[in-house]
Every structure is written in C-alpha cells, then in structure tokens.
C-alpha cells in the first residue's frame, strides 16, 4: 500500500532537496509543491499554520523539518 505523500519546498531550502533525495532514494513517489514559484501552494501552506519549509504529508500525517526518523515511521 502506497500512502500519498506530498512536500513543500523551496528552491533555496537545503533541508526540502535533502527530504526530496531520501523520498527518491527510499522510492517513494511524492508530490512537490514549491512554495517559491507557486502562489496558490505558498497560500494553502499557510493557511494550515506553516511558515517555513519543508513540510511533508505522509497519508493524514504531516512532517514539519526533514524528520527521517518520523518520515521511516510513517512511510512503513
């Protein structure tokens, strides 16, 4: 069973290109939505209380950091 992921990044955010790295490397399909080139993901972000990035949705779970230890949990 395949839980849907999603991360939002930045461009700039060393710890989103890390988080992006580990999803790849585990083989995890994810969605990314970059908070730098798009308004409408900038604004769903903070609408849910976020003001920095990463943050990464694992099913109904959300990831604030790049957390592997939690992300290993969730993605079991």
Do not use: W
Request: glycine share 8%; aromatic share 8%.
């Amino acid at each position: 069973m395949s839980k849907n992921v999603v991360i939002y990044s930045s461009d700039t955010c060393a710890y989103c290109h890390h988080a992006k790295e580990y999803l790849k490397a585990k083989g995890v399909a994810y969605e990314e939505k970059n908070v730098s080139k798009d308004m409408v993901a900038r604004k769903e972000l903070m609408a849910q209380g976020f003001m920095g990035v990463p943050v990464i949705k694992v099913g109904g779970e959300i990831v604030q950091g790049f957390d592997q230890e939690r992300l290993e949990e969730l993605l079991r």
